[in-house]
């Protein structure tokens, strides 16, 4: 009895050993997220962030890209708006479609977006919106 014990105290040890990261793929992840932080600093670059607001119109349409966990909605020159999602969308900046449903217009924080390969239309992800913060043209 004892022989089949310690195999099954062994499991949990060994899964944990299979999901932990090794320094080089830490230090990949790390130059990966220097990198999407650098472009979304060039994207709000001379540009002042506002109060934070809980929903914004889903109308006119807005362009969305997305660095990492953040998407920006681009709705002129003079403003764009950042919220930092509960992870999941990091497919928008490879160019997979983001598609939100909403019964009243607009986007809100909690609200749940998918993404979806433009070519195949398969699922790749979701998320959950954060705040909408303004960044405007001073």
């Known amino acids: 009895m004892r022989m089949r014990t310690l195999p099954l105290l062994m499991l949990p040890a060994l899964m944990l050993g299979a999901c932990t990261q ?5 230090e990949r992840a ?5 990198g999407v932080q650098e472009k979304l600093a060039k994207q709000l670059a001379g540009l002042v962030p506002g109060k934070p607001e809980t929903c914004i119109n ?3 349409q807005k362009q969305s890209s997305g660095y990492g966990a953040t998407i920006l909605y681009r709705v002129n ?3 764009v708006y950042r919220s930092d999602t509960v992870g999941g969308c ?3 900046a490879r160019g997979d479609i983001l598609v939100t449903r909403t019964p009243s217009g607009q ?3 909690g609200d749940i977006a998918q993404t979806f390969d433009q070519s195949s239309r398969f699922p790749t992800g979701s998320c959950s919106f954060g705040e ?3 960044y405007r043209k001073p």
Do not use: D, Y
């Not at 090794?22 to 830490?26: C, D, G, I, L, P």
């Open 90 to 92: 990091e497919g928008i």
């Open 58 to 60: 889903q109308f006119p």
């Open 77 to 79: 020159s003079r403003l």
């Open 22 to 26: 090794t320094q080089a793929e830490v």
């Open 132 to 134: 909408f913060v303004p």
């Open 30 to 34: 790390q130059v990966r997220e220097a």
């Open 107 to 109: 986007l809100c924080r």
